[in-house]
């Protein structure tokens, strides 16, 4: 799965949003709570966990850094019984503005999930963008 969007603000700002805690539950549709298990050195390897909420059902997923530069990438990993999610946000300077590209790879593990593949890939792809897109929103109207 791939989304990009353009947003009217600097690199520096753009990232720190994606990566800071307290800014993800803003524009992070269905994200709670992040809970790191180490502050200190975060980058690569670094492991948390995020609480999602979606229709009055909370489900915790177990995430990892794979690859962390400041200012250019974000590689991670969240993983949850039913499915994995892999994702690489990129962030490039477009003079002023910041483009935002997110390539995502969904595993689904359960049969139940992979029964309905098509029908989680969409909502998935949907949730993506509509994160994105708030993003996008949160960082223009500051």
Same mark, same amino acid.
Do not use: P
């Given at each position: 799965l791939s989304h990009e969007v353009l947003i009217g603000a600097s690199v520096e700002d753009t990232f720190r949003a994606c990566d800071s805690r307290e800014q993800q539950?803003?524009?992070v549709g269905s994200l709670i709570e992040v809970?790191?298990?180490s502050e200190e050195d975060w980058g690569e390897?670094?492991?948390f966990v995020q609480i999602h909420e979606e229709a009055g059902s909370r489900q915790a997923l177990?995430? &990892?850094i794979l690859g962390y530069e400041p200012g250019e990438r974000i590689h991670m990993k969240l993983e949850h019984p039913d499915f994995t999610l892999e994702s690489v946000l990129r962030f490039e300077d477009q003079g002023g503005l910041t483009r935002v590209s997110q390539q995502t790879i969904?595993?689904?593990r359960s049969a139940k999930?992979?029964?309905v593949a098509s029908m989680v890939e969409g909502v &998935?792809?949907?949730r993506i963008s509509e994160?994105?897109?708030r993003l996008k929103a949160l960082l223009e109207s500051a």
């Open positions: 539950l803003a524009w809970q790191i298990e390897g670094s492991r177990e995430g &990892v969904l595993e689904l999930l992979k029964f &998935v792809a949907r994160d994105l897109e």
